[in-house]
């Protein structure tokens, strides 16, 4: 990088530095640095600026290139500027360079800026306050004067401390001090300057220079300004050159618009202002270049419009204009060249539109993208500024610009210089930038077809569908007969444009389990925050409201009910959507079959040696249809290329197999792709290896059209049916299991499946490939290769005591997919009926809300049928009425749950003892539901009852035991004994960590269980300890988003407000109600009660009572209205209680005194006069009594309550604290500082 210089003698190095922030200094350093550039200097900035806006956004829409310094001037400046010694491997600095256009300058001159110091993650810059040693800040001056460039710009950082003060005076030779016009700033630029006099080697001249001055202040004032510069810096300049011509102060001239964007200033003015500004900065860069510069270049006005414009400033020019010429091919490009264009304020259009352009005084541009796809352009004969941009490495050298061997922001650089366009600043990062054939971060997609032919058109109109949304929302969907291509059109479209996106994700939607399971795996990919439970919805949420994703495009394949995609959808207002099948309620692409060109091109592709007369009868009869073309040119091509190997010319051997072809077809019954399928089918039989691969398909269809892991395909349970249906032809098989990979890609090869071994590692056919397997077996066979395949998925499944397999997640996720395609929910084999009971305990323990909801229609009605067809009795019947109730308790409804646990527990306990397992599991959870119900002393009963049997059946250290005894634990709690519940699971906590160790989440969960019981008792250091350290331990076992984790954080949330720090407490329930709301939606029973705990906090910080009732009434109607409970509920009497209490601090203390009230007598009814909950109560009824005025009922009350917390929860309850406290203000009526009770919905 290293150029002549184009003045004479040593570099010149001067410093900007301004006493405090605000001024403008960064501004006058792009400004004076442009200003030397466009008379031709070479310049070095060295930006140590301590704020933001930095010297590069200013310059950003000029970036030319980025270089590396020359090694010793990059390590000399890591050396002066760090205080810590240079390692051999630190990397150099990195410079950026920023030029005037060409075409507006007569001498070329550059910027080059270089930052060498580190920056957050927002990009704000860090200075250092401590330095390197004197010799290396002397060899960074030597450097500096002895180097290839004109003049070296140093932005200082603000009010600099006396280290770098000390760097900067030993660099410099002239320290421009920039303030603003003010008495106070005045004086403090002028202590600034004589501080780094003192601490210069050599004497450094001064310039002042008041930024930001308002030259229409008037004239008097102006004249007090200078009086008062010249007061303060007039020791200063004393005895120093006359720097600035006059000897007076440079002063720089606001302008309003230099407030909003980091931009140039002299680039905006217009001449029209009279030439002060142009002016100022002339005088500046006489005093910095020793009048070497004395002017600012005239501005073009051609490049003061393309500036303006970019900044959405009024401009008198109309804008540039550019025409693109491109195949349909390269779209993708077109699209991302006329993004660069119209973001530099240009306008574009296709060479189809642009005739009326041509025809005007000022032609405009054009843009070829050159690539084997583009035919022969025409351009009318005018002289036109053109560039081509080569899209492919092989093509011509044609002197065009090869996007290949640029970076995508020099690319569009070098693009809108050609141009003369000035680009945007602070777009450099933005997506838009992505070339080409770059996927983004979140992308999945099926393997693209390799042979994709034809469709230019439809993509065309597909992308112009999208195109015309702009950045708003947009759902297209293509519409066609089976085997048309609307899958692959749709796979095609998102791999050609997925570089305009910043998510993309293909999603199976012929059933709402598909898409739960799609969207569940977006989750994971798009990572924190949000929930990435088996179904979840959070990553709707996501693309819904963050902005990272505004951009996304999310495919529908096959979705030929409209109601799968009932709430599967995103929300927001942007982004795109493309459904393949489903009836269109908005924009629709039909899709036809293929044009005879693209038919015939296809085939001649494929088949080597075939004729254009032979490849069009083909197209023909088949009916263009793109799944029957390429299963019509696998046949071709595998039947040709046998003759070819027998020695046949490659012509004689498509000929022959053109003619063997239209034999065969015409002896099928069948039609469209099915004829097609038959004929493949009836080739494959001729040898052992075809006719496994036929068998391999048949079986295939009747699993997910989505496709089925090759794990699957290649296991023994599937291998077995395979080898036992297969009978000789399979021996081969038998005694080596990678024969099958042989058979998978000899059926592939006649186009029957497609077989990825890569990431997708999967086999897959067309679903109507599948029909028609399906439609050619007679009755017997489809009912032989359903029980094959279904046999094969139930021997796949994990057993019941599989809980801790590594691979139990993944094998029932696979399976999921199978469940209805596969017919399983018709079985009666008894080893498919116990997978399903298992896949829906696989529902319960792994599943968001969202797939947990899609189960369960279907779970009933299988509950249904088995109960018709197997009777009551049926043991799997009991047991997925067992599973199906835990679904419906996690979900929030224990109604339905209790029902179910009670149907299978009445056949469970009579048919089998009443001490086995099974029927005592079924047990464990009818505690749970009476725990939902607020049936708390029934559920003790239970669960006493179970926990002991378990003990005597399986022992204290089985796992269900350990659950048992937390169940026993939470009713306990529950019924009013916190004492004994923690001592039961502080035992549960010490037995799991020895048996299970603390890798087990429900280790930590057991801790989280003894902080909400030592927090109930009033031990709230202890309960903030265990609640912090089982978050921690949670959170290490797994980082994303889940029901456990939300539910300590919420615990430990209310713990925080207990001990009166309520704005944190408020802090962390926000959070947590916002995360119940994502992952288990609004109407859960913890989401509610969560929002009741809101409720409390923000009466408690006191800052929005009104919220607090809003928030309480919330809780209180979705309790009753969505959740079901009842008047009586415990649950709702709680939520009347926080109600009040909100009221009372909303001043309503009628409407307090109601629900408090009301609230006391359902806890005393339900849970009796002794429980906590109601002796909490009754303090606060006193308290809103003593609120509302009644000051002998609030004695009455509180001193009851008092003698009743003493007598049954003790002296140190809090509660009883709280009672004692306002017993004391009863004595002395006032409604100051009472105390409250406040009683959170807990978890059942």
């Given at each position: 990088?290293?150029?002549?210089?184009?003045?004479?003698?040593?570099?010149?190095?001067?410093?900007?530095?301004?006493?405090?922030?605000g001024?403008?200094?960064?501004?006058?350093?792009?400004?004076?640095?442009?200003?030397?550039?466009?008379?031709?200097?070479?310049?070095?900035?060295?930006?140590?600026?301590?704020?933001?806006?930095?010297?590069?956004?200013?310059?950003?829409?000029?970036?030319?290139?980025?270089?590396g310094?020359p090694d010793?001037?990059?390590?000399?400046?890591?050396?002066?500027?760090?205080?810590?010694?240079l390692?051999?491997?630190?990397?150099a600095?990195?410079?950026?360079?920023?030029?005037?256009?060409?075409?507006?300058?007569?001498v070329?001159?550059?910027?080059?800026?270089?930052s060498?110091?580190?920056?957050?993650?927002?990009?704000r810059?860090?200075?250092?306050?401590r330095?390197?040693?004197?010799?290396?800040?002397a060899?960074?001056?030597?450097?500096?004067?002895?180097?290839?460039?004109?003049?070296?710009?140093?932005?200082?950082?603000?009010?600099?401390?006396?280290e770098?003060l000390?760097?900067?005076?030993?660099?410099?030779?002239?320290a421009?001090v920039?303030?603003?016009?003010?008495?106070?700033a005045?004086?403090?630029a002028?202590?600034?300057?004589?501080?780094l006099?003192?601490?210069?080697?050599?004497?450094?001249?001064?310039?002042?220079?008041?930024?930001?001055f308002?030259?229409?202040?008037?004239?008097?004032?102006?004249?007090?300004?200078?009086?008062?510069?010249?007061?303060?810096?007039?020791e200063?300049?004393?005895?120093?050159a006359?720097?600035?011509?006059?000897?007076?102060?440079?002063?720089?001239?606001?302008?309003?618009?230099?407030?909003?964007?980091?931009?140039l200033?002299?680039?905006?003015?217009?001449?029209?202002s009279?030439?002060?500004?142009e002016a100022?900065?002339?005088?500046l860069?006489?005093?910095?270049?020793?009048?070497?510069?004395t002017?600012?270049?005239?501005?073009?006005?051609v490049?003061r419009?393309?500036?303006?414009?970019?900044?959405?400033?009024?401009?008198?020019?109309?804008p540039?204009r550019?025409?693109?010429?491109?195949?349909?091919r390269?779209?993708?490009?077109?699209?991302?060249?006329?993004?660069?264009?119209?973001?530099?304020?240009?306008?574009?259009?296709?060479?189809s539109?642009a005739?009326?352009?041509?025809?005007?005084?000022?032609?405009p541009?054009?843009?070829?993208?050159?690539?084997?796809?583009?035919?022969?352009v025409e351009?009318?004969?005018?002289?036109?500024?053109?560039?081509r941009l080569?899209?492919s490495?092989?093509?011509?050298?044609?002197?065009?610009?090869?996007v290949?061997?640029?970076?995508?922001?020099?690319?569009?650089?070098?693009?809108?210089?050609?141009?003369?366009?000035?680009?945007?600043p602070?777009?450099?990062?933005?997506p838009?930038?992505?070339?080409?054939?770059s996927?983004?971060?979140?992308?999945d997609?099926?393997?693209?077809h390799?042979g994709?032919?034809?469709?230019?058109?439809?993509?065309?109109?597909?992308?112009?569908e999208?195109?015309?949304?702009?950045?708003?929302?947009a759902?297209?969907t293509?519409?066609?007969?089976?085997?048309?291509?609307?899958?692959?059109?749709?796979?095609?479209?998102?791999?050609?444009?997925?570089?305009?996106?910043?998510?993309?994700w293909?999603?199976?939607?012929?059933?709402?389990?598909?898409?739960l399971?799609?969207?569940?795996?977006?989750?994971?990919?798009?990572?924190?925050?949000?929930?990435t439970?088996?179904?979840?919805?959070?990553?709707?949420?996501?693309?819904?409201?963050?902005?990272?994703?505004?951009?996304f495009?999310?495919v529908?394949?096959?979705?030929?009910?409209?109601?799968?995609?009932t709430?599967?959808?995103?929300?927001?207002?942007?982004?795109?959507?493309?459904?393949?099948s489903?009836?269109s309620?908005?924009?629709?692409?039909?899709?036809?079959?293929m044009?005879?060109?693209?038919?015939?091109r296809?085939?001649?592709?494929?088949?080597?040696?075939l004729?254009?007369e032979?490849?069009?009868?083909?197209a023909?009869?088949?009916?263009?249809?793109?799944?029957?073309?390429?299963?019509?040119?696998?046949?071709?091509?595998?039947?040709?290329?046998?003759?070819v190997?027998?020695?046949?010319?490659?012509?004689?051997?498509?000929?022959?197999?053109t003619?063997?072809?239209?034999?065969?077809?015409?002896?099928s019954?069948?039609?469209?792709?099915?004829?097609?399928?038959d004929?493949?089918?009836?080739?494959?039989?001729?040898?052992?290896?075809?006719?496994?691969?036929?068998?391999?398909?048949?079986?295939?269809a009747?699993?997910?059209?989505?496709?089925?892991?090759?794990?699957?395909?290649?296991?023994?349970a599937f291998?077995?049916?395979?080898?036992?249906?297969?009978?000789?032809?399979?021996?081969?098989?038998?005694?080596?299991?990678?024969?099958?990979?042989?058979?998978?890609w000899?059926?592939?090869?006649y186009?029957?499946?497609?077989?990825?071994w890569?990431?997708?590692?999967?086999?897959?056919?067309?679903?109507v490939?599948?029909?028609?397997?399906?439609?050619?077996?007679?009755p017997?066979?489809?009912e032989?290769?359903?029980?094959?395949?279904?046999?094969?998925?139930?021997?796949?499944?994990?057993?019941?005591?599989?809980?801790k397999?590594?691979?139990?997640?993944?094998?029932?996720?696979?399976?999921?997919?199978?469940?209805?395609?596969?017919?399983?929910l018709?079985?009666?084999d008894?080893?498919?009926?116990?997978?399903?009971?298992?896949?829906?305990?696989?529902?319960?323990?792994?599943?968001?809300?969202?797939?947990?909801?899609a189960?369960?229609?279907?779970?009933?009605?299988l509950l249904?049928a088995?109960?018709?067809?197997?009777?009551p009795a049926?043991?799997?019947?009991?047991?997925?009425a067992?599973?199906?109730?835990?679904?419906?308790?996690?979900?929030?409804?224990?109604?339905?749950?209790?029902?179910l646990?009670?149907?299978?527990?009445?056949?469970?306990r009579?048919?089998?003892?009443l001490?086995?397992?099974?029927?005592?599991?079924?047990?464990?959870?009818?505690?749970?539901?009476?725990?939902?119900?607020?049936?708390?002393?029934?559920?003790?009963?239970?669960?006493?009852?179970?926990?002991?049997?378990?003990r005597?059946?399986?022992?204290?250290?089985?796992?269900?035991?350990?659950?048992?005894a937390?169940?026993?634990?939470?009713?306990?709690?529950?019924?009013?004994?916190?004492?004994?519940?923690l001592?039961?699971?502080?035992d549960?906590?010490?037995?799991?960590?020895?048996l299970?160790?603390?890798g087990?989440?429900?280790?930590?969960?057991?801790?989280?269980?003894?902080?909400l019981?030592?927090?109930?008792?009033?031990?709230?250091?202890e309960?903030?300890?265990?609640?912090?350290?089982?978050?921690?331990?949670?959170?290490?076992?797994?980082?994303e988003?889940?029901?456990?984790?939300?539910?300590?954080?919420w615990?430990?949330?209310?713990?925080?407000?207990l001990?009166?720090r309520?704005?944190?407490?408020?802090?962390r329930?926000?959070?947590?109600?916002?995360?119940?709301r994502?992952?288990l939606?609004?109407?859960?029973p913890?989401?509610?009660g969560?929002?009741?705990?809101?409720?409390?906090?923000?009466?408690?910080?006191?800052?929005?009572?009104?919220l607090?009732?809003?928030?309480?009434?919330t809780?209180l109607?979705g309790?009753?209205?969505?959740?079901?409970?009842?008047?009586?509920?415990?649950?709702?009497a709680l939520?009347?209680?926080?109600?009040?209490?909100?009221l009372?601090?909303?001043?309503?203390?009628?409407?307090?005194?109601?629900?408090?009230?009301?609230?006391?007598?359902?806890?005393?009814?339900?849970?009796?006069?002794?429980?906590?909950?109601t002796?909490?109560?009754?303090?606060?009824?006193?308290?809103?009594?003593?609120?509302?005025?009644?000051?002998?009922?609030?004695?009455?009350?509180?001193?009851?309550?008092?003698?009743?917390?003493l007598?049954?929860?003790?002296?140190?309850?809090?509660?009883?604290?709280a009672?004692?406290?306002n017993?004391r203000l009863?004595?002395?009526?006032?409604?100051?500082?009472?105390?409250?009770?406040?009683?959170?919905?807990p978890?059942?």
């Amino acid at each position: 990088m290293s150029t002549p210089r184009t003045t004479p003698g040593p570099t010149g190095v001067t410093a900007f530095l301004s006493a405090t922030g605000g001024t403008g200094r960064t501004s006058a350093v792009a400004n004076l640095a442009w200003t030397l550039a466009a008379a031709g200097q070479r310049v070095l900035v060295v930006d140590w600026g301590s704020e933001v806006p930095r010297v590069r956004e200013y310059l950003e829409p000029f970036l030319v290139a980025r270089l590396g310094l020359p090694d010793a001037l990059g390590r000399g400046l890591l050396a002066a500027y760090r205080a810590d010694p240079l390692r051999e491997d630190d990397p150099a600095p990195v410079v950026e360079r920023f030029a005037p256009p060409a075409g507006d300058v007569t001498v070329p001159g550059h910027i080059d800026v270089v930052s060498p110091m580190p920056t957050d993650a927002a990009g704000r810059p860090q200075p250092e306050t401590r330095h390197g040693d004197a010799g290396a800040i002397a060899e960074l001056r030597a450097r500096l004067t002895e180097s290839d460039y004109d003049q070296v710009l140093i932005d200082a950082p603000t009010g600099a401390g006396d280290e770098s003060l000390t760097l900067i005076a030993t660099l410099c030779e002239l320290a421009v001090v920039c303030f603003r016009p003010r008495p106070r700033a005045i004086a403090d630029a002028a202590d600034l300057a004589a501080r780094l006099r003192k601490r210069a080697p050599i004497r450094i001249d001064v310039v002042p220079v008041a930024t930001l001055f308002d030259d229409a202040d008037e004239q008097s004032r102006a004249q007090r300004i200078r009086s008062a510069i010249r007061a303060a810096f007039a020791e200063l300049l004393a005895g120093q050159a006359k720097r600035v011509p006059d000897g007076g102060t440079i002063e720089i001239p606001y302008r309003p618009f230099d407030a909003f964007d980091p931009l140039l200033a002299i680039l905006v003015e217009e001449p029209t202002s009279g030439g002060a500004l142009e002016a100022q900065y002339g005088r500046l860069a006489a005093a910095v270049t020793g009048d070497a510069v004395t002017e600012v270049v005239p501005v073009s006005p051609v490049l003061r419009a393309r500036y303006r414009r970019v900044f959405g400033l009024t401009s008198t020019t109309e804008p540039d204009r550019v025409v693109v010429v491109y195949a349909p091919r390269d779209r993708a490009w077109a699209d991302w060249v006329r993004g660069q264009l119209e973001r530099a304020g240009a306008q574009v259009r296709r060479l189809s539109d642009a005739r009326e352009w041509f025809e005007s005084d000022v032609p405009p541009g054009v843009l070829i993208l050159s690539s084997p796809h583009l035919g022969p352009v025409e351009l009318p004969a005018l002289p036109l500024t053109v560039l081509r941009l080569r899209l492919s490495e092989d093509g011509p050298a044609d002197g065009g610009l090869d996007v290949h061997e640029h970076t995508p922001e020099t690319l569009s650089a070098r693009l809108l210089g050609h141009f003369g366009l000035i680009d945007r600043p602070g777009t450099v990062h933005e997506p838009g930038m992505r070339v080409p054939g770059s996927d983004p971060a979140v992308f999945d997609l099926p393997p693209r077809h390799p042979g994709f032919v034809g469709r230019d058109e439809d993509l065309e109109a597909l992308r112009d569908e999208f195109a015309a949304a702009g950045d708003g929302r947009a759902v297209v969907t293509v519409n066609g007969v089976p085997g048309v291509g609307k899958s692959e059109l749709a796979l095609e479209y998102a791999y050609r444009f997925s570089s305009d996106y910043a998510a993309v994700w293909w999603l199976t939607a012929h059933d709402r389990q598909s898409v739960l399971t799609g969207l569940a795996e977006l989750a994971v990919r798009l990572r924190q925050p949000g929930s990435t439970d088996y179904g979840t919805l959070s990553a709707l949420e996501r693309l819904s409201n963050d902005p990272a994703y505004a951009r996304f495009l999310l495919v529908y394949d096959n979705a030929d009910d409209p109601d799968v995609l009932t709430d599967l959808m995103p929300a927001g207002a942007t982004g795109h959507v493309l459904i393949t099948s489903a009836p269109s309620a908005g924009q629709t692409v039909e899709l036809v079959p293929m044009r005879a060109e693209d038919s015939v091109r296809l085939l001649l592709d494929r088949v080597p040696g075939l004729t254009a007369e032979d490849a069009g009868r083909v197209a023909a009869a088949v009916d263009h249809l793109p799944l029957a073309l390429d299963l019509a040119s696998s046949w071709l091509g595998e039947t040709a290329r046998t003759e070819v190997g027998a020695g046949s010319r490659d012509v004689d051997a498509a000929t022959w197999a053109t003619r063997t072809f239209f034999e065969r077809l015409g002896q099928s019954e069948m039609d469209g792709v099915a004829r097609v399928v038959d004929v493949a089918v009836d080739a494959l039989r001729d040898n052992a290896t075809g006719r496994l691969a036929v068998l391999v398909a048949e079986l295939s269809a009747f699993l997910s059209p989505e496709g089925a892991d090759l794990g699957l395909v290649r296991s023994p349970a599937f291998l077995g049916r395979v080898i036992a249906a297969g009978g000789v032809d399979a021996e081969p098989l038998e005694l080596d299991a990678a024969e099958i990979d042989r058979v998978l890609w000899y059926g592939a090869r006649y186009g029957l499946f497609r077989v990825d071994w890569g990431d997708q590692y999967s086999v897959r056919l067309h679903r109507v490939v599948q029909r028609a397997l399906r439609e050619r077996m007679s009755p017997t066979e489809r009912e032989e290769r359903q029980a094959d395949v279904l046999r094969a998925l139930a021997a796949l499944a994990p057993t019941e005591v599989e809980d801790k397999s590594p691979t139990r997640h993944a094998r029932f996720a696979e399976l999921q997919k199978h469940v209805i395609p596969s017919g399983a929910l018709g079985s009666g084999d008894p080893k498919v009926r116990r997978w399903l009971v298992n896949q829906v305990r696989f529902l319960f323990t792994d599943g968001g809300a969202g797939v947990r909801r899609a189960a369960l229609e279907p779970g009933r009605a299988l509950l249904d049928a088995w109960t018709r067809r197997f009777g009551p009795a049926d043991p799997l019947r009991n047991r997925l009425a067992t599973e199906l109730a835990n679904v419906h308790r996690v979900l929030g409804d224990p109604t339905e749950a209790l029902r179910l646990d009670d149907l299978a527990l009445a056949q469970q306990r009579r048919a089998l003892d009443l001490t086995h397992p099974r029927p005592l599991i079924t047990a464990r959870g009818r505690g749970g539901d009476l725990r939902g119900l607020g049936l708390f002393s029934e559920a003790l009963a239970e669960d006493q009852a179970t926990w002991e049997s378990l003990r005597s059946v399986l022992g204290e250290d089985h796992p269900d035991t350990r659950r048992a005894a937390n169940n026993l634990a939470a009713s306990m709690f529950l019924s009013g004994d916190a004492a004994g519940a923690l001592a039961l699971e502080e035992d549960n906590y010490r037995r799991r960590r020895r048996l299970f160790g603390t890798g087990d989440a429900r280790t930590w969960a057991t801790l989280a269980q003894i902080g909400l019981y030592q927090r109930e008792l009033g031990r709230y250091p202890e309960a903030l300890d265990s609640l912090l350290y089982a978050s921690q331990q949670l959170q290490a076992l797994r980082h994303e988003l889940n029901q456990v984790q939300i539910g300590v954080q919420w615990n430990r949330a209310i713990a925080l407000r207990l001990v009166g720090r309520a704005k944190e407490a408020k802090e962390r329930t926000g959070k947590a109600l916002r995360d119940y709301r994502e992952v288990l939606g609004p109407h859960h029973p913890y989401t509610l009660g969560c929002a009741l705990s809101f409720a409390a906090d923000h009466r408690r910080v006191g800052v929005d009572p009104e919220l607090a009732v809003e928030l309480a009434r919330t809780a209180l109607n979705g309790f009753q209205q969505h959740v079901g409970l009842r008047d009586d509920h415990p649950f709702v009497a709680l939520c009347k209680l926080g109600l009040g209490l909100a009221l009372r601090a909303a001043g309503d203390p009628v409407g307090a005194v109601s629900q408090v009230e009301a609230a006391t007598r359902t806890l005393r009814a339900r849970l009796g006069d002794t429980h906590p909950w109601t002796l909490a109560a009754a303090v606060d009824e006193a308290r809103v009594h003593a609120g509302a005025g009644d000051a002998d009922r609030a004695a009455e009350l509180i001193a009851e309550a008092h003698t009743d917390c003493l007598e049954f929860l003790g002296h140190d309850h809090p509660h009883t604290a709280a009672a004692a406290h306002n017993l004391r203000l009863a004595a002395h009526p006032t409604d100051q500082d009472w105390w409250e009770c406040d009683v959170d919905v807990p978890h059942t």
